[in-house]
C-alpha cells in the first residue's frame, strides 16, 4: 500500500470510490475533504491542494492522500499538517480522519493507511497525535488501540452522538 495524493489521472478511481460508498447507503466519507459531496472532481482536487498550504480562515493545513494497493483506491486518509489543533480539532477530528471503501473492510487496510500516516507526522515533528472516532463506531476504537492510542475521554455532541478521543506518541 501506498499514500498517494490525488490528481488528475485518479479521476475515475476517485469516482468509483465515491460511488461505492453511496451504493453503500453512506452518506459521509471522513477524511475524504468532503469527496463525497463534490459534484466535480477537478474543483475538489483544486480545493484540497489548496489547504495544504493555504486553508480557508478558522481552518488548519490538511493533506488528504488515497490509500492505494495495485492502482486501486481502497481507502482515503486525511492529516492535518501542523502539531497545534484548533479547539474544534482538539474535540472532533483530530490529526487524522480516515474511511476504507465499504468491500475493503476488514481487510487490514485501515491499520496500513494508518501507519504510513504516523510516519507522516514523524516527519512533521508531531510526536503527538489525536485521533478521534464516533463511539458507537467499534472497529476505529479497536484500529487506534491497536496502533498505541491511549483513550482520553468522550465529548457529546449536541445531536446525541459522543466522540471518543485517543492519543499516539510517537
Not at 452518506?27 to 475533504?33: E, L, Q, R, V, W
Not at 489548496?50 to 481552518?59: C, K, N, Y
Not at 459522543?162 to 506518541?169: D, E, F
Amino acid at each position: 500500500m501506498e499514500l498517494i495524493l490525488p490528481a488528475i489521472e485518479l479521476k475515475q478511481a476517485a469516482l468509483d470510490f465515491k460511488q461505492e460508498h453511496l451504493d453503500y447507503g453512506e452518506t459521509h466519507i471522513h477524511g475524504s475533504g468532503g469527496l463525497i459531496q463534490a459534484d466535480d472532481y477537478e474543483k475538489w482536487l483544486e480545493r484540497i491542494n489548496a489547504h495544504i498550504t493555504t486553508p480557508q480562515p478558522g481552518f488548519l493545513p490538511i493533506a488528504v492522500f488515497f490509500g492505494v494497493v495495485d492502482g486501486r483506491i481502497v481507502g482515503i486518509i486525511d492529516l492535518r499538517l501542523t502539531y497545534d489543533l484548533n479547539d474544534e480539532r482538539l474535540k472532533h477530528g483530530g490529526h487524522i480522519a480516515a474511511t476504507v471503501r465499504p468491500s475493503e473492510r476488514r481487510k487490514g487496510y485501515g491499520a496500513k493507511m494508518l501507519a504510513l500516516a504516523l510516519e507522516k507526522c514523524r516527519e512533521l515533528n508531531i510526536d503527538k497525535v489525536l485521533i478521534t472516532c464516533d463511539k458507537n463506531n467499534m472497529g476505529s476504537a479497536n484500529l487506534i488501540l491497536k496502533s498505541g492510542g491511549v483513550f482520553e475521554n468522550e465529548i457529546f455532541k449536541d445531536d446525541g452522538n459522543v466522540t471518543q478521543r485517543y492519543w499516539i506518541s510517537l
